[in-house]
């Protein structure tokens, strides 16, 4: 009988219960993910992987990192962090191209006024990501950011709009 959407497939619990067991630094093999899967993790197992990934970092604040041809590890705080510049510089990358081909609109006097408008707030947002992102912008914002601790959401969601 076919699954429904929502209904988690036995693979997925069965890579995430391996995950789930790993400690700070430690990693394991695609060979044994494989193993208890029944399935390639690096092929067509690849999506319960990213799946159990995303379960565990949701459900237990489990985070993993791929070690290219070898296996996934569990992260540290660390390796975190710079996982987040990672991702960081994707986006910085992706704001900018966006930009590009929203700024590329070769008529924008022909276009009804409520495109323009959100031609120019998309203009906008990709610029201010794609310059809030580079290590100015992040100098820039770590002066509004005054004590070194862990902000809560709703910490990070106030200073971004006091922006």
Do not use: W
């Not at 929502?6 to 997925?12: D, G, N, R």
């Not at 910085?92 to 929203?102: L, P």
């Not at 906008?124 to 100098?139: C, D, E």
């Amino acid at each position: 009988m076919k699954k429904t959407i929502a209904e988690v497939s036995s693979e997925t619990l069965k890579c995430e219960s391996v995950l789930g067991s790993l400690k700070v630094g430690e990693s394991v093999s695609y060979s044994i993910l494989q193993a208890a899967m029944g399935r390639d993790p690096q092929e067509n197992g690849r999506g319960m992987l990213t799946s159990a990934r995303r379960r565990l970092l949701r459900e237990k604040s489990m985070v993993f990192g791929i070690v290219p041809g070898d296996g996934v590890k569990r992260l540290g705080d660390v390796e975190m962090i710079g996982h987040g510049d990672n991702v960081l510089t994707r986006i910085r990358r992706s704001a900018r191209r966006g930009m590009a081909v929203v700024l590329a609109v070769e008529n924008f006097a022909g276009l009804p006024e409520a495109l323009k408008l959100k031609h120019n707030t998309t203009a906008v947002v990709l610029g201010s990501v794609a310059v809030l992102s580079g290590r100015p912008g992040q100098k820039k914002l770590a002066g509004k950011i005054a004590q070194a601790r862990a902000l809560t959401e709703q910490e990070v969601k106030a200073i971004a709009e006091s922006l």
